[in-house]
Structure formats: structure tokens, C-alpha cells
């Protein structure tokens, strides 16, 4: 809040803060998988109980197993593996929206069926699948460029697919494009539109299409 009140920008507040937290683990690589595998060893000529409960030394192990891989890992990782769902999830498309200026109201539905939408949402969801896929196919054929290992076109078409989603650069590109706010506002409809279709419907086809051989 100070950094807010100051006029410094407040993510410069965070860029500090991350300075702060440690890069180095408590317990290097030899050491963890040494611990490990003695840890492992007593768990394994621990006698079990019969039913389904753990007897109370395979659980102590097993906590120091859990503190030994706690320990193994540097706080930045832990932090960011912790936070990554809720940033990717929640606080990046919140963030988007807000900065947007995308103001939804009751007639969202009917002001969208307008040449400006329908453009914007033809040009990302088929201009940019094509551009995508051909220039892809393109660069393989002419031996200029390989498919990433194990992967297939259908994973191909998948990436295309979601290359529809330009929501923070298109926005920029609509703002200069148009100087009529209402063809702007209009060109912000398709933008959001093409964007949610593209990340379902990629989602969806890579979904199906599996993960790459290996």
C-alpha cells in the first residue's frame, strides 16, 4: 500500500519481495538420496500391521520422508509450485479483465453480432489456425524446421487452435486500429469471445488428441 500511495508502481513491491526469498536448499542432491534410501530401507524391514493403518513407525517415517523432500526443494520453488494454479487460474484472467476495459452489460449477447466482432473473431480463430498450421507445415516439408520430439500434428493442431487466444496483444492492436471507442468496444466483444472459444476448444482437442508418444 505504501508503494501504491507513493506513486511507485505496486508491482514493484513484489519484484522486492522476490529478492527476498532463498534460491538454496537445506539439504543438497548426495545427501537427499543417501537420507533417502536409508529411509526407504527402514520403512521396508519395518514389520506391517494387518489391517489397512500404518503401524506408528512406518508413519514417523514417512513424515521424515516428507520433511527430508521438503527440505530438498529451495522456498522459490516451493512458492512458485504453490502459487502457480491460483496465478494461471484465477489472478491472470482476473487481471486481464480489469485491464480490459471490457464493460459486459445485459445486451453483451446481442451487441457482439456486429462486422467489427465477427471480423475479430474470424480473424483469430480461423486467421490464426491457418497462419499457424500452414507456416508449421510449411517450415517441416521444407526441411527447414522438426516437430518437437513425440509430438504429432494433431498436437500441431491443438497449439493452433489456442494460438487464437491474443487477448493482452490484440487489445493493444484494436486500440490503435480504431479510433471510433465504439468500434474499440465492439472489437473488445470479439476479442474476449474468440479468446474463451480458443482455450475450450484447445483444450478440448489436445485433451483428446493424448499425450505425446514416448
Given at each position: 500500500?505504501?508503494?501504491?500511495?507513493?506513486?511507485?508502481?505496486?508491482?514493484?513491491?513484489?519484484?522486492?519481495?522476490?529478492?527476498?526469498?532463498?534460491?538454496?536448499?537445506?539439504?543438497?542432491?548426495?545427501?537427499?538420496?543417501?537420507?533417502?534410501?536409508?529411509?526407504?530401507?527402514?520403512?521396508?524391514?519395518?514389520?506391517?500391521?494387518?489391517?489397512?493403518?500404518?503401524?506408528?513407525?512406518?508413519?514417523?517415517?514417512?513424515?521424515?520422508?516428507?520433511?527430508?523432500?521438503?527440505?530438498?526443494?529451495?522456498?522459490?520453488?516451493?512458492?512458485?509450485?504453490?502459487?502457480?494454479?491460483?496465478?494461471?487460474?484465477?489472478?491472470?484472467?482476473?487481471?486481464?479483465?480489469?485491464?480490459?476495459?471490457?464493460?459486459?452489460?445485459?445486451?453483451?449477447?446481442?451487441?457482439?453480432?456486429?462486422?467489427?466482432?465477427?471480423?475479430?473473431?474470424?480473424?483469430?480463430?480461423?486467421?490464426?489456425?491457418?497462419?499457424?498450421?500452414?507456416?508449421?507445415?510449411?517450415?517441416?516439408k521444407s526441411k527447414m524446421a522438426?516437430?518437437?520430439?513425440?509430438?504429432?500434428?494433431?498436437?500441431?493442431?491443438?497449439?493452433?487452435?489456442?494460438?487464437?487466444?491474443?487477448?493482452?496483444?490484440?487489445?493493444?492492436?484494436?486500440?490503435?486500429?480504431?479510433?471510433?471507442?465504439?468500434?474499440?468496444?465492439?472489437?473488445?466483444?470479439?476479442?474476449?469471445?474468440?479468446?474463451?472459444?480458443?482455450?475450450?476448444?484447445?483444450?478440448?482437442?489436445?485433451?483428446?488428441?493424448?499425450?505425446?508418444?514416448?
Open positions: 500500500m505504501g508503494f501504491l500511495l507513493s506513486g511507485v508502481h505496486a508491482t514493484i513491491a513484489g519484484v522486492l519481495v522476490a529478492f527476498t526469498i532463498p534460491a538454496r536448499r537445506k539439504v543438497d542432491e548426495k545427501r537427499y538420496a543417501e537420507r533417502l534410501r536409508e529411509l526407504a530401507a527402514a520403512f521396508e524391514q519395518e514389520i506391517p500391521n494387518c489391517g489397512t493403518l500404518t503401524t506408528p513407525r512406518q508413519h514417523e517415517l514417512i513424515e521424515d520422508i516428507k520433511g527430508l523432500s521438503l527440505a530438498a526443494q529451495t522456498p522459490l520453488q516451493k512458492i512458485e509450485s504453490a502459487l502457480h494454479p491460483w496465478v494461471a487460474f484465477v489472478i491472470m484472467p482476473v487481471f486481464a479483465l480489469a485491464n480490459s476495459g471490457i464493460y459486459i452489460k445485459g445486451g453483451f449477447l446481442r451487441d457482439i453480432v456486429n462486422p467489427v466482432s465477427i471480423g475479430v473473431i474470424a480473424g483469430l480463430l480461423i486467421g490464426k489456425f491457418t497462419g499457424v498450421l500452414s507456416f508449421t507445415w510449411l517450415m517441416v522438426d516437430l518437437p520430439q513425440d509430438a504429432s500434428w494433431k498436437h500441431m493442431v491443438g497449439v493452433a487452435i489456442l494460438a487464437g487466444i491474443g487477448f493482452t496483444m490484440s487489445l493493444f492492436v484494436s486500440s490503435l486500429a480504431f479510433s471510433d471507442q465504439q468500434m474499440v468496444e465492439q472489437a473488445k466483444y470479439g476479442i474476449l469471445i474468440a479468446s474463451l472459444c480458443a482455450g475450450i476448444f484447445g483444450s478440448v482437442w489436445l485433451k483428446k488428441a493424448g499425450r505425446p508418444r514416448t
